[in-house]
C-alpha cells in the first residue's frame, strides 16, 4: 500500500491502493493539460498552475482540511477525490422510490448537509474525482475565484430542507464545471415540504457570481437543475455563464432559471423535460445556438414573471419552427408569461462573445454527445472529426448575421450544385460544395415552388449523395440542398428535377453529371413502420443482423427509408452514422426482407 499524506497541519494521512493512487495521477495530468481553454466565459486553469501541490483524498472531510491548509499556507491546490458512496447514494434513492399512493419508505429531506465548501480561496482549487469516485455531499464555492470541479460523479444528496445543492457557486468568480455526473430523483414524496423539496438542486450560481463556464456534464433524473439568480433583486453586475455540451435527461425545470445577465447554451442535449426548461426572467439575454430539443415540455420560455421577461436569440438548433414540434415531441402547457410557441428571436444577443468555440450539428450533438459527456471520459472533447463534417468556428464577436428560413438563392459566400439521377421509384441525388457549411438538409416537392417543399434528410456536412426512396414511378419531383454557411447565413442549391420509373431512366439536371442508383436496390411501399414485405431487425441505436432476404436494409419509418446493401450474414448497426443520412422516421427503424 502507498501512503499520501494531506499537507501540513491535516488531521490524519490517507491511504489508498496502487491502482486507486494510478488512477489519481493519471486525471491529475489529463486536467492539468485540458485547463487551458473552458470555451466559455470562464479562463482558469484552477490549482494548475505554478506552485500548486497535488493532494488525494477519499472523504470529503479530507478534502476540506486540504482546503483550509492551502488556504492558510496561501498556494493553489489539486485535489483528487478517490472515496466511493454509491452503497449510500443507492440506498437514497431507494428511499426515495415512490409507490402508488405518492409514498416513499424515507425521505431524506431533513438530512445534514454533508459539503465541501471552497470560501474565500483565491489561488486556484481544482477538485477532480478518480475514475470510479462517487459522492453523496455537495461542493460550495463561496466568495473565491479560479475553481474547476470535475469528474466528479455526486448523487442524491438528501438535505433539501438544508438548501443542499450538489454543486453551489456563490460569489464566484472564474469557475469551470466539468465532465460531472449529477443525478437525484425527479419525483415527489407524498408530505415533501411545500410540495417541492425532495431534493435540492443540481447546480445553483448566485449572487456576485461571474465568468461560469459549465460544460460536458451529465444532469439526470433531478426536478430542479439550477438557478441563476436566487431571486428577483439577485442580479448582481449581470452573471455572464456559458453551458455547452451539457446532456440533460429526466429534468424537470430550471435548465437555468436565469435572473438577469447573459448566458450562452450551445451544442447541449436536452431529453426529457417534464416541467418547464430555459426560463429567461427579469431582463435577462439566452444565446441558444445548435441544440438539440426532444421529449420537452415548454423548453424555451419566461414562467412566473409578470413584467421583467428576458429575451432569447435562437440560432441553428434542431427545431426550426412549430412544425418541428410534434416531430420532436416538443409540448407546451399553461402558465408562461411567454413561451417559445412560434420559436423566433425575441432579441438579438445584445454583447460580444469574447470566446472562440466551434459548435457542431445538433445532429451531431445527438448522435455522439453521450460518448463525451459525463465522468470517466478524461476530458475529451466532441469535435467536427467525431461527426464526420465541419464545425463553425466562431470567433470573438458581436451578434452574426441573422438567419432565413426562407428559400434563398446561393450566398455570394459559397454555392452548392445538384443533380442526380431517376431509379425504380427513387432518385439518387448528389451534389458539389464550394463553400463552408456547418450544416446540409435535403427538401423535396412534386412542383418547383419551394413553398411547401418538404425537409426529408438532416445530414453530416461532408455527405455529397443521397437517395430519396419510396416515390412514386411517373410523378416528376423536385429536390434542394439547403445550407447554412460559417457566416450563419441559409442558402438553396439549384433545384433539380427527376421522374422515377419503373426502368433505370436518367433524369435531365440544371446541374452536375448524375450518379446511378445503386444497382439491384428494392423499391420501397408503405405507410407503416417497416416497407411492405420488410420485417424489424432492430431499433434504433441497435445492430441489424441480416440472416435472410436479399441482403438490402431499409433504415427509417412510415414511409421514410433509405437503404444500404448488407448482405446475408452480415450486419449494420441502426444508426444514422451507418446509412450516412437521416430519413426523419423520428424514430428511425431497421427491417430487411427476411
Not at 441558444?288 to 429575451?311: L, Y
Not at 451578434?399 to 438563392?409: E, R, T, V, Y
Not at 416528376?476 to 420509373?501: G, L
Not at 433504415?555 to 446493401?565: C, D, P
Amino acid at each position: 500500500m502507498s501512503t499520501t499524506t494531506a499537507p501540513s497541519g491535516a488531521r490524519k494521512s490517507v491511504r489508498f491502493s496502487p491502482a486507486a493512487l494510478a488512477a489519481a495521477i493519471a486525471m491529475c495530468a489529463s486536467t492539468s493539460a485540458f485547463a487551458a481553454s473552458t470555451g466559455g466565459f470562464s479562463t482558469t486553469d484552477g490549482g494548475n498552475v505554478s506552485g500548486s501541490k497535488s493532494f488525494s483524498a477519499s472523504t470529503h472531510t479530507q478534502i476540506q482540511q486540504i482546503i483550509e491548509d492551502a488556504k492558510d499556507g496561501d498556494y493553489p491546490v489539486v485535489i483528487t477525490y478517490t472515496g466511493n458512496e454509491d452503497s449510500l447514494i443507492n440506498q437514497i434513492v431507494r428511499d426515495h422510490t415512490v409507490d402508488s399512493s405518492g409514498n416513499c419508505p424515507r425521505a431524506h429531506w431533513n438530512d445534514t448537509y454533508r459539503k465541501v465548501e471552497i470560501k474565500e480561496m483565491t489561488k486556484g482549487v481544482t477538485i477532480q474525482g478518480a475514475n470510479g469516485s462517487s459522492a453523496n455531499f455537495g461542493i460550495v464555492v463561496n466568495k473565491s475565484s479560479n475553481v474547476i470541479i470535475r469528474n466528479m460523479k455526486i448523487g442524491a444528496l438528501g438535505g433539501a430542507n438544508n438548501d443542499a445543492d450538489m454543486i453551489r457557486v456563490d460569489s464566484g468568480v472564474n469557475v469551470w464545471i466539468d465532465h460531472n455526473e449529477l443525478f437525484a430523483v425527479n419525483n415527489e414524496c407524498k408530505g415533501s415540504p411545500d410540495g417541492d423539496l425532495t431534493f435540492e438542486s443540481a447546480i445553483d450560481i448566485k449572487k456576485a457570481s461571474q465568468n461560469i463556464t459549465v460544460s460536458y456534464n451529465v444532469i439526470r433524473d433531478s426536478k430542479k437543475v439550477g438557478l441563476d439568480g436566487s431571486s428577483s433583486s439577485d442580479i448582481a453586475g449581470g452573471r455572464k455563464i456559458t453551458f455547452h455540451h451539457n446532456i440533460y435527461r429526466n429534468v424537470g425545470a430550471r435548465l437555468p432559471l436565469q435572473r438577469g445577465g447573459w448566458t450562452h447554451m450551445y451544442n447541449n442535449l436536452y431529453d426529457g423535460i417534464t416541467s418547464s426548461g430555459i426560463n429567461v426572467r427579469q431582463n435577462g439575454y439566452a444565446l441558444i445556438e445548435s441544440n438539440w430539443f426532444q421529449n420537452a415540455v415548454n423548453p424555451v420560455t419566461c414562467r412566473f414573471d409578470s413584467s421583467n421577461c428576458g429575451k432569447w436569440d435562437l440560432r441553428n438548433n434542431n427545431i426550426r419552427n412549430p412544425g418541428d414540434f410534434a416531430t420532436y415531441n416538443i409540448t407546451w402547457t399553461s402558465g408562461g408569461t411567454i413561451d417559445a410557441t412560434n420559436w423566433t428571436t425575441t432579441a438579438p444577443f445584445p454583447i460580444s462573445i469574447p470566446y472562440s468555440y466551434a459548435p457542431v450539428t445538433p445532429q451531431c450533438v445527438k448522435d455522439r454527445l453521450a460518448s463525451y459527456a459525463g465522468v470517466g471520459k478524461n476530458g475529451t472533447q466532441l469535435t467536427a472529426s467525431a461527426c464526420g463534417g465541419a464545425a463553425s468556428s466562431t470567433p470573438a464577436s458581436s451578434a452574426p448575421k441573422s438567419s432565413s428560413s426562407a428559400a434563398n438563392s446561393s450566398a455570394a459566400s459559397g454555392s452548392v450544385s445538384l443533380g442526380g439521377s431517376a431509379g425504380n421509384g427513387s432518385v439518387a441525388l448528389n451534389w458539389t460544395v464550394n463553400a463552408n457549411i456547418n450544416a446540409l438538409e435535403i427538401y423535396q416537392d412534386t412542383d418547383s415552388n419551394p413553398s411547401g417543399r418538404v425537409r426529408i434528410a438532416s445530414l453530416p456536412t461532408n455527405t455529397t449523395n443521397y437517395t430519396a426512396t419510396g416515390l412514386s414511378n411517373g410523378t416528376t419531383y423536385y429536390f434542394w440542398v439547403k445550407y447554412r454557411t460559417t457566416d450563419n447565413v441559409w442558402s438553396n442549391s439549384n433545384v433539380f428535377s427527376a421522374k422515377p420509373s419503373s426502368g433505370t431512366v436518367s433524369s435531365s439536371s440544371s446541374s452536375s453529371a448524375a450518379s446511378s442508383t445503386p444497382s439491384g436496390a428494392p423499391v420501397l411501399s408503405g405507410t407503416g413502420d417497416y416497407p411492405s414485405g420488410f420485417s424489424k431487425c432492430a431499433d434504433l441505436g441497435g445492430t441489424c443482423t441480416v440472416s435472410s432476404g436479399d441482403g438490402w436494409v431499409a433504415f427509417g419509418r412510415k414511409g421514410k427509408w433509405v437503404t444500404k446493401k448488407v448482405n446475408v450474414g452480415s450486419s449494420i448497426a441502426c444508426t444514422v452514422a451507418a446509412f450516412g443520412s437521416d430519413p426523419q422516421g423520428n424514430p428511425n427503424k431497421c427491417s430487411y426482407k427476411k
